[in-house]
């Protein structure tokens, strides 16, 4: 069975700051990692990342995957309050009957503070 | 309007009923999902198709029905409503790895 583990679940920061969002995962046949934030309404996309080693980059987010070690880091600089919400990591499996389902975690919530 | 859309967007139910999510998309994506959201659990997959009268279980299916007689639509019931099913439904779509979702209908089980 395909998991997703971010951590931390939740953390608080000051306008400004940077953060580190991780994401951790175990699939049978990966094919895609994918970040989406969600604030008070649908997930919106930010990222896919397929490769290793390639950082993807828009605005003051940043993302990047190590596929030996079976992770992703999504960076936020110079957080605003408008970076509050939660943000998901999924993976995506290429197998079989698996082929398009993407498996979330469990959610990181940022509340950025004025 | 093109895109992908969720009714009712809020919903207030007994136990027992049966009730009807509906999701709607313009896009002719092959796939489409449903998920529940939980605080705590993100997004559980309930049920996805890859085409047309294709369907398949996801994460958490027990209590739940789709059907898929045409592309654009993707109907989610609860045949007899539980409060353990309280929560926000989201329904998406995709050509192939990138999901869509829209809006959301939060359902209450009283």
């Known amino acids: 069975e395909d998991k997703v583990v971010q951590s931390p679940l939740s953390l608080v920061v000051h306008e400004g700051d940077t953060v580190t969002l991780n994401c951790s995962y175990e699939v049978t046949n990966f094919r895609s990692l994918l970040w989406y934030k969600q604030e008070k309404k649908a997930p919106t996309f930010l990222f896919m990342l397929?490769?290793?080693?390639i950082e993807k980059k828009s605005g003051r987010l940043s993302s990047i995957l190590d596929k030996k070690e079976l992770f992703s880091i999504l960076n936020i600089t110079a957080t605003q309050t408008g970076d509050s919400a939660i943000y998901l990591c999924a993976v995506a499996n290429a197998g079989g009957t698996s082929y398009g389902k993407l498996t979330f975690g469990q959610g990181t919530i940022l509340t950025v503070h004025p | 309007d093109a895109g992908i859309t969720q009714s009712p967007r809020y919903k207030i139910t007994e136990t027992g009923r049966q009730v009807t999510l509906m999701c709607h998309q313009t896009?002719?994506?092959?796939?489409m999902f449903w998920y529940r959201q939980d605080l705590g659990h993100g997004l559980r997959l309930i049920y996805y198709s890859a085409a047309a009268d294709i369907t398949d279980k996801g994460e958490v299916p027990d209590g739940y029905v789709v059907s898929r007689s045409k592309t654009e639509n993707f109907p989610l019931t609860l045949e007899s409503a539980t409060r353990s099913q309280t929560s926000v439904y989201f329904c998406?779509?995709?050509?192939?790895?990138?999901?869509?979702f829209g809006p959301g209908t939060r359902l209450t089980v009283l």
């Open positions: 896009w002719s994506h092959s796939y």
């Open positions: 998406a779509s995709s050509l192939s790895i990138e999901q869509f």
């Open positions: 397929t490769s290793s080693g």
